[in-house]
């Protein structure tokens, strides 16, 4: 069969073809100005829904929220990010599930508002107490507590589980609850 024999579906076609071939300059210059305003609106609205004040590393895809503490870094160090990867490979997620939250850069805020603007099911702390996102309750390292749909679990910061093998442990029991591992 050579090239010459191919025959493609009118679909396909339109999709290679998403301009036409002979234009008449008045309407495609009116089509243009039409999809740019398209395109600035859709940016606004996108810019609209996160909110500047909350800039996360991840897609949220899972609605798996994961708040750090790192004055030094914008979202976390490469090696604890690397550590961070680890855990979530182990509990069959990846970036594009969680947003990662430094609250070193974020201003003093109610978890309510907070929420609004990150949707979650979970959120886990590394080294934030759940009272500095104005959270209405206090609990343990690694229990995993309900409250407003959402399930909170607080660990001590990464480096110090990274170091310690009975804090890892601890951190795996509380993740297999939360994500029913």
């Excluded at 929220?65 to 870094?73: E, G, T």
């Excluded at 104005?134 to 910061?157: G, I, K, R």
Aim: with cysteine; hydrophobic share 45%; proline share 5%.
């Amino acid at each position: 069969m050579s090239l010459n024999d191919i025959h493609l579906p009118s679909t396909v076609v339109a999709d290679l073809y998403k301009t036409v071939l002979i234009e008449d300059k008045g309407l495609a210059k009116e089509k243009i100005e039409a999809e740019k305003q398209l395109t600035e609106e859709i940016k606004e609205t996108k810019s609209a829904k996160q909110s500047p004040a909350f800039t996360f590393l991840g897609n949220n895809k899972k609605q798996v929220v994961i708040i750090v503490n790192y004055r030094d870094a914008l979202y976390i160090p490469d090696d604890k990010l690397a550590f961070l990867t680890n855990i979530l490979t182990a509990c069959k997620l990846n970036l594009a599930d969680i947003a990662l939250l430094n609250f070193a850069n974020v201003d003093k805020v109610s978890y309510k508002d907070f929420f609004e603007a990150i949707p979650a099911k979970s959120v886990i702390f590394f080294g934030v107490q759940p009272d500095t996102l104005s959270v209405p309750m206090n609990f343990p390292f690694f229990q995993v507590q309900h409250f407003d749909n959402v399930n909170y679990l607080s660990s001590p910061p990464l480096d110090e589980i990274e170091a310690d093998k009975t804090l890892k442990g601890n951190l795996w029991t509380s993740l297999k609850k939360i994500f029913k591992l």
